[in-house]
């Protein structure tokens, strides 16, 4: 194999395949890259579960495939000097050369590298922005915790035009409901996507259309020349929907921005895992936190109350997490009562709140 390709585009092709590079590879070829230059040169990297795949401009003198170190191409590809990179395999070696600098990487047997899934059906796609948006808005009520996998997953429903997605990890659910465009009106899928890869994907295929695609336990994510399948987890959800449902007696629409920045000021005295205390009455809310070792803080924000007054407290990054995915300048939080969980959803005027996000409420000592 013998390629030039300009150094940005291979380092941020390279960075991009690279991501999903297992930081303990069950065998050695795992952390590889596949470089194939064919038409143009393909970057690939695979652990069975997720695979990527970049496609990007090349003068192909001689065509072929190597497979280098993918973590050591990134890092040598990003730190290379402003000009043209050429990679040429001699025997057991890639060589690689841009401007004065040059580097000889062993390569790993291509034959032995696992084969790479087949992108499954397209079946719709959507504006990389609103894709983005949505995923960000989801995620983090995604649990971390691998020991019960459904909830480390974006369960996302299709159905014709509208896709809905939702994540839990048992103390808060978060959910968003949007329009795309199908490849059939009567397109009906369900799936539960891992959250971490879902995130990566949307980070990186935000710049333009993304084609989503779904078959055979595998879901695929398309975009500007560059790829992502992923395995799915198991299809059992809970119920969310019913859970986002209530005749809520109370009532407090608050302006996101000052809120937000207010309750970040006040959690600066709050000790680790303990409550954001809010006190709503008729015009203002009161923020609370602290009073142990640190110290204490407070603030006042307006806010429009209809019901009773109530004092309620949350966990407070569970709070922000729901506050920073409003999209709408005003964010409404539906209340019970203090022991019960609050529901904050966007305020988009005569529309249907797109973003709910149901929240556990903290015993308050």
Not at 276 to 301: H, K, M, N, P, W
Not at 340 to 359: C, S
């Amino acid at each position: 194999m013998k390629i030039r390709v300009n150094r940005d585009v291979l380092a941020d092709a390279v960075a991009w395949a690279a991501r999903v590079l297992p930081s303990r590879p069950v065998v050695p070829v795992l952390s590889g890259l596949l470089l194939e230059a064919g038409d143009e040169l393909t970057l690939s990297a695979f652990d069975y579960d997720v695979s990527a795949r970049a496609a990007i401009d090349a003068d192909v003198a001689e065509t072929g495939s190597v497979l280098i170190p993918g973590r050591l191409l990134a890092e040598i590809s990003r730190s290379l000097p402003a000009d043209d990179v050429e990679i040429v395999t001699e025997g057991a070696e890639a060589v690689l050369t841009c401007g004065s600098a040059e580097f000889g990487l062993i390569t790993m047997p291509v034959e032995d590298f696992p084969t790479m899934p087949a992108m499954p059906p397209s079946v719709g796609a959507i504006g990389g922005g609103v894709f983005a948006a949505a995923v960000g808005q989801v995620a983090p009520a995604a649990s971390r915790d691998d020991t019960l996998p459904m909830l480390t997953g974006i369960r996302v429903d299709i159905e014709g035009e509208s896709v809905a997605m939702a994540a839990t990890d048992r103390y808060r659910i978060a959910a968003r409901d949007f329009t795309w465009r199908p490849v059939t009106a009567d397109v009906a899928v369900s799936a539960m996507v891992p959250a971490k890869v879902l995130v990566e994907v949307a980070k990186s295929l935000r710049g333009g259309e993304v084609s989503v695609a779904m078959g055979d336990g595998v879901a695929g994510f398309e975009s500007v020349g560059r790829s992502t399948t992923v395995r799915l987890l198991d299809e059992q959800f809970i119920d969310y929907r019913a859970r986002l449902t209530n005749d809520w007696s109370i009532r407090a629409d608050v302006a996101v921005a000052p809120f937000v920045n207010a309750i970040k000021r006040v959690a600066l005295v709050a000790e680790r895992n303990t409550a954001i205390r809010l006190s709503f009455s008729q015009g203002q809310v009161l923020i609370q936190a602290g009073g142990g070792d640190i110290g204490r803080g407070t603030e006042v924000v307006e806010c429009e109350l209809r019901g009773d007054d109530i004092q309620i407290a949350f966990q407070s990054q569970f709070l922000l997490d729901g506050l920073t995915g409003i999209e709408s300048e005003l964010a409404r939080i539906n209340m019970e009562s203090p022991t019960r969980p609050a529901l904050i959803q966007d305020v988009p005027g005569d529309a249907e709140p797109v973003f709910r996000y149901l929240v556990m409420s903290l015993r308050q000592s």
